[in-house]
């Protein structure tokens, strides 16, 4: 217990300051949304819930089949599930125990109580969260799944015991008794300390400092664990460097790294804050185009993949690979032949020919191999290296060694040949460079709803909850609080409910969501005031370059515009179709007028008026259209998975996709039209009326659907859906009830069906649609939702009625500006005239999407200059993704520029996730410190390349942030271990104790007040930036030297001082630390037997009498 607690108070110094960023993060976290419960809900995800998509939940959680809920739910670590989060408080214990922590760790004297772990949850949260992680740990290390990892766990025991108690003579008794110990104990011992009766805590002295009640209290490694739990992933990083027994240094540090840092989340861009967020944005748009558009997937990854335009395609990707994986400071010609010696190089003879690139002989070989065959994490280590050369005599041993390093270097394996190679042989780089989905609608309204280009009251039809959880939560209180008919009424679109809501309102609930419109048909509706009525009104996708195109080059005020391009166009439209409706009046209209009134009326009404002239083509009716779509998927499925068998992938591409989803599509829409239909009829007559129930309800789709996709996986699913169709009279149908009961699988099912709808085809079709006059469609033309169409809105850009007259272009064609951006677009990835015989329909489609894309490369760069800190011309988008940015920093006082970060497009965001470690400071954060910081410690090892970079060339490199950070992070550990023992050092010597008062700590000290400083400053004043990780306008070592020196002028007496021994006993750690850190240079390894315990010990010996022979001593004698 001792041992445990000495721990603790050895290791204050370094863990109060990382508590204190836990905290700010937690803050942070529930400053993000105003509802309590989806603050709890982040605060789950954050600290832990974010890695269960890195674990095997199934097995480690132990989900188990409820019968009653018809559903899977977790057996084990109950504690970890985000229910546990949701009730009695448990999210607000768990914040206020890191901040007990913090408050623990931030002085040498705290009372023990309030992190009691007797009565509370966190013991058992504590616990399960340690063992899931250690079992995980363990598992990967030994490459085993988790039931046979966790079933043996004596091996557990003996591997938990090597990673806390390593094999050496001086833990021979502590191990000997951790292995006696079962895994349950053994857990228990290495996270909690049990106190069984008061522990009066002396630290070495003749007095009792702290009473520790009785109680169970964590252990550091347990307050360690929590503390990086709210830690980000390089913040954990930094702290774990700095404990004994994590140093890289030490062995089996790796492991225990893992176990600490593996609930730390890696900081995303959803996390940075929102005054960054139009870095997000522009890195988003920017990778987005860097991908070929989404009209390709069907070619390149369908039975049609070696047509000769997607050939052209993939040779302009191969291209964009070899840039991406061979970068060369080479351009013009020179470039094109090292591409071509790369090309040669890697792919086979085939690949060539199938690739049509051209053989060439005459090649400089010998330039070229430095850039292909190292790969430029190679190449930076081998420049490194030549520079420190230059600096060294020849003849040096050190001489030897770095040229010995640039050899290995250059003869390593250039892992990113392999790569391609695999890439290639796999087929995957085709995936990997196209569009996973399309997202131009996504971005494009978010713009257009963030400059208030509708209006500031528009209101958009969006999701109304982010999550089905959330949803289903608010849709059981809805239940209660609306009635029947209005329930009823709420509008879903796939089954998530929306709403319409101006887009401020949204992110008052969602500030980090902010794409929550809802695109259905291509098309997003928004709710605008127009001539003093609310109108709905649908903007088709077709719209939407027309509105972007005034947003972006013809609006000057972005927060109201002046001029409304649609409500200059609506003047038109109510016109029209008010002027048609009169024209409708009359028995019949002519081809031209049925012409003109198509783009505002339905056809269905215009052919009561002039009939329609029907192609003499077969056309499918509706029921054959969704077979003929079964069979295109079905088709399209196993093209695929024939791929994938020939690549040796099946595995692979069956667990991501089992090809259920659209089985279950067609599966739904047959059942309905031969079996449910009739039976909902039927049991709609015996009811006399309708009721949801009588079909199956939106509520229990949920069910039905989750039952058929598992219909051979879990056998209690079949049975409840039995259940269900008896319920719903469905299985009086024998034909149905014979598929069900006989079929064992969804596929299966899916065969079966396929074969009686085509039966029932023939002698079933849809219902002629019953023909409407004027009369029947005059509710819905005077109702205030809008369909703009695209013809329409053409004609009224090019007249004279729209004020607009930016849009009018030579020879009566819409006048695009953003078309200027197409040059910066990956020209392989668009449309080419040898493709308009080809495949027109491609053509069209790929000839679209030039141009929305190049209206996504303007907004790309709208929000990168939304600063003007950001540097980076307009470019070719593979040259930006392979690009340096500069970011600029400002004097604050005259603006004047005092550097530049340079930083790789790769890492745009990376500035915001090295300096969010004291980013929310108390005295505010910007980058011009870090100027001053590098400059106040220019003569420290670390620092002193930095700071030649600074000042020759008035920039540093994005990873030379990351250094500082480390400088500054172990400056201020140092510095709060040394605060740690001065208020150590005074409390026994003036033999405080903690009686009353919650803690002791400097303020109590009055013997702080003693030591001056040349700026007036106070020693608390030097100890609160260590604590918070301000940036500090001084360093921190040049403060802790003159610490020293008054500290020995203070409390030392000179005579009595001539050994180590002779130094006031409990001034001993302060100067261990001053030694161990500031003086390290007296370090010297003695050897003196063969015995390394004997040479350790005299080595210290040594180290200690050097320190006060030269600082103590030499410090007062004032040599």
């Not at 809501?501 to 005031?529: C, G, S």
């Not at 915001?912 to 003569?939: A, M, V």
């Not at 500031?1078 to 037997?1089: A, G, P, T």
């Amino acid at each position: 217990m001792k041992q445990k607690l000495d721990f603790i108070f050895k290791n204050k110094g370094k863990l109060c300051a990382f508590a204190e960023k836990a905290v700010k993060n937690k803050t942070k976290i529930g400053k993000l949304v105003k509802d309590t419960e989806e603050t709890k809900k982040l605060l789950h995800y954050f600290a832990i819930g974010h890695q269960f998509k890195n674990i095997d939940v199934k097995s480690a959680f132990d989900y188990q089949l409820n019968e009653r809920e018809s559903d899977f739910e977790p057996t084990r670590y109950l504690s970890l599930q985000l229910s546990s989060f949701l009730k009695n408080d448990f999210s607000s214990t768990l914040e206020i125990y890191i901040k007990n922590i913090r408050n623990l760790n931030s002085h040498y004297l705290h009372i023990f109580d309030k992190i009691d772990l007797s009565n509370s949850p966190l013991k058992l949260f504590i616990k399960e969260a340690f063992e899931l992680v250690f079992i995980h740990v363990f598992m990967k290390e030994k490459n085993l799944n988790y039931e046979k990892a966790a079933k043996n766990k004596k091996r557990l025991v003996t591997y938990l015991c090597n990673q806390f108690y390593p094999d050496n003579e001086y833990l021979d008794e502590v191990r000997s008794f951790f292995l006696s110990l079962s895994w349950d104990k053994a857990l228990e011992y290495l996270l909690f300390i049990s106190i069984d009766e008061n522990y009066e805590w002396k630290d070495n002295t003749d007095y009792t400092l702290l009473t520790i009640k009785k109680g169970i209290y964590p252990s550091f490694w347990s307050m360690l664990f929590l503390v990086c739990m709210f830690l980000y992933k390089h913040e954990a990083n930094l702290i774990i460097s700095k404990i004994q027994g994590l140093k890289r240094t030490e062995k089996n540090f790796q492991p225990k790294r893992k176990l600490f840092t593996f609930f730390s989340k890696k900081m995303s861009s959803q996390d940075l804050d929102s005054e960054s967020q139009h870095l997000v944005k522009f890195e988003d748009i920017i990778q987005y185009l860097g991908k070929y558009p989404t009209c390709w997937n069907a070619f390149i990854q369908g039975p049609e993949q070696d047509k000769e335009f997607t050939i052209q395609l993939k040779k302009g990707i191969l291209l964009e690979e070899f840039k991406r994986q061979f970068p060369t400071p080479y351009k013009g010609f020179k470039a094109t032949s090292f591409y071509q010696y790369v090309a040669q190089s890697l792919l086979s003879g085939e690949q060539l020919d199938y690739f049509q690139i051209p053989i060439k002989d005459k090649l400089n070989k010998k330039s070229f191999l430095f850039y292909f065959n190292n790969s430029p994490e190679q190449q930076n280590l081998i420049q490194k290296n030549k520079t420190r050369l230059k600096r060294l005599d020849r003849n040096s041993k050190k001489y030897r060694d770095i040229k010995c390093t640039i050899k290995k270097l250059k003869n390593e394996e250039n892992k990113n040949q392999v790569k391609v190679k695999n890439k290639l042989e796999t087929a995957s780089i085709w995936q990997e460079y196209g569009r996973n989905q399309d997202r131009f609608m996504l971005i494009a309204v978010r713009y257009l709803a963030e400059i208030n280009y509708f209006g500031v009251d528009t209101q958009f039809r969006v999701y109304a909850y982010r999550t089905v959880e959330e949803q289903m939560e608010q849709l059981e209180s809805k239940k209660e609080s609306l009635s029947k008919k209005e329930y009823d009424k709420l509008k879903y679109h796939e089954g998530r409910l929306v709403a319409f809501k101006t887009y401020q309102k949204h992110l008052e609930t969602y500030p980090q969501w902010n794409t929550p419109f809802v695109v259905q048909n291509n098309a997003i509706q928004i709710k605008k005031k127009i001539s003093n009525k609310e109108r709905i009104i649908n903007i088709q996708r077709q719209l939407m370059p027309y509105f972007l195109q005034d947003a972006l080059y013809f609006s000057t005020d972005k927060k109201m515009y002046r001029y409304d391009l649609l409500i200059d166009y609506s003047n038109q439209y109510i016109f029209d179709r008010e002027s048609g409706l009169e024209l409708l009046q009359k028995e019949s209209i002519t081809r031209e007028e049925k012409t003109e009134l198509s783009l505002l009326f339905p056809k269905r009404l215009l052919h009561q008026y002039c009939p329609a002239i029907h192609p003499e083509t077969k056309q499918l009716n509706a029921f054959e259209k969704i077979l003929e779509q079964a069979q295109q998927d079905n088709l399209r499925y196993n093209s695929l998975l024939l791929q994938a068998q020939e690549k040796g992938e099946e595995q692979e591409f069956t667990k991501r996709n089992k090809g259920k989803q659209y089985k279950l599509r067609f599966i739904r829409k047959a059942w309905h039209l031969m079996y449910f239909r009739d039976a909902y009829m039927q049991n709609k007559r015996d009811a006399k009326g309708h009721h949801k129930s009588l079909h199956i309800s939106k509520e229990e789709f949920q069910d039905f659907t989750r039952w058929m996709y598992a219909f051979d996986e879990v056998e209690q699913y079949k049975e409840h859906l039995i259940r269900l169709f008896k319920s719903k009279n469905f299985l009086r149908n024998h034909e149905f009830q014979h598929l069900i009961l006989f079929s064992k699988s969804l596929d299966q099912l899916f065969v079966k069906t396929r074969v009686e709808f085509e039966k029932w085809l023939k002698t079933n079709s849809p219902d002629k649609v019953q023909q409407r006059s004027l009369e029947n469609y005059l509710p819905i033309l005077n109702d205030n939702m809008w369909f703009i169409n695209i013809t329409h809105f053409r004609k009224f850009l090019m007249s004279d009625r729209c004020k607009a007259k930016h849009f009018k272009g030579k020879n009566g064609k819409i006048n695009f500006s953003a078309l200027n951006n197409s040059n910066n677009l990956i020209n392989s990835y668009y449309e080419k005239e040898s493709y308009l015989n080809q495949n027109k329909k491609l053509f069209n489609e790929l000839k679209t999407a030039k141009l929305e894309d190049s209206l996504l490369y303007e907004i790309a760069f709208h929000y990168l200059n939304v600063k003007g800190s950001y540097k980076l011309s307009h470019r070719q988008v593979n040259q930006i993704l392979r690009s340096e940015v500069r970011i600029m920093v400002n004097s604050i006082k005259n603006e004047n520029l005092l550097y530049t970060i340079k930083a790789p497009f790769k890492k745009l965001l990376d500035l915001d996730k090295k300096i969010s470690l004291y980013k929310n400071t108390s005295r505010g954060y910007n980058l011009e410190k870090l100027f001053y910081y590098i400059h106040n410690n220019k003569n420290d090892s670390d620092i002193r390349p930095i700071y030649k970079s600074l000042k020759d060339s008035k920039s540093i490199r994005i990873d030379e942030v990351h250094q500082v950070n480390s400088h500054l992070v172990r400056k201020a550990v140092v510095f709060n271990e040394v605060a740690m023992a001065l208020e150590r050092y005074y409390i026994i010597k003036n033999k405080y104790a903690l009686v009353e008062k919650g803690y002791s700590g400097g303020k109590d000290i009055k013997e702080l007040e003693n030591f001056n400083f040349s700026n007036s400053k106070s020693f608390l004043y030097y100890r609160s930036y260590a604590m918070h990780f301000d940036i500090p306008e001084f360093d921190f070592f040049t403060i802790l030297k003159e610490l020293e020196r008054q500290f020995i002028e203070l409390e030392l007496v000179l005579d009595k001082i001539q050994e180590w021994d002779d130094l006031p006993p409990f001034s001993k750690k302060l100067f261990f630390i001053y030694m161990s850190k500031l003086h390290n240079s007296l370090f010297r390894k003695e050897r003196v037997s063969k015995n390394k315990k004997k040479n350790v010990e005299y080595s210290q010996e040594v180290f200690k009498k050097n320190y006060v022979d030269k600082i103590i001593l030499g410090k007062i004698n004032g040599v």
